[in-house]
């Protein structure tokens, strides 16, 4: 974890904010009845918008824009371990899964910019979580996690879908 947010706070400051981390603070920066319109229209989902509007009550300097997705990169790391032990039952690879989620350049690169990336992925991770918990211990609370945190994904990142049909495939060759 220590080595994940070490990664993601260097040079956290640079570049200055990049085209598309710009439009992410410009939508987060309007009112809330403009984020929702604008945000219905846009490519990407709102989710990570509308948290991004209330984090920025605590800057909107480059790193603190930024820091939303350092800590749901770093935030992803355990959950990678986690996610690895509960699929493979080895904690030798599940910490080898955490290291690499730790240090994996695109990986840090995203969990660096203030885009929806990061938090995407940190929800789908969730969501593997909570469906691996569900096949090994049914329980209706493991599949009400499942779908919740499925849903933040598909309402950060639609591309998110792909994680969701990659569960789906899972569960069919269980």
Request: glycine share 4%; hydrophobic share 60%; net charge positive.
């Amino acid at each position: 974890i220590a080595l994940a947010l070490m990664a993601r706070l260097y040079r956290l400051a640079e570049p200055v904010l990049r085209w598309d981390e710009g439009w992410s603070l410009a939508h987060a920066s309007l009112p809330w009845a403009d984020l929702w319109r604008i945000a219905s229209e846009e490519w990407h989902p709102p989710l990570y918008v509308a948290l991004l509007k209330l984090w920025l009550a605590l800057g909107k300097s480059a790193v603190s824009v930024r820091a939303l997705s350092v800590i749901a990169g770093v935030a992803a790391v355990p959950l990678t371990y986690e996610v690895a032990r509960l699929w493979s039952g080895r904690v030798r690879l599940a910490l080898l899964a955490a290291l690499f989620a730790a240090l994996w350049p695109l990986s840090v690169y995203y969990s660096q910019v203030a885009r929806m990336y990061a938090l995407a992925t940190l929800w789908a991770a969730l969501a593997g979580w909570a469906l691996l918990r569900a096949l090994s211990k049914p329980a209706a609370k493991w599949w009400g996690l499942y779908v919740l945190f499925s849903a933040l994904a598909l309402h950060t990142f639609y591309y998110a879908a792909l994680v969701l049909m990659a569960h789906g495939a899972y569960v069919l060759n269980e």
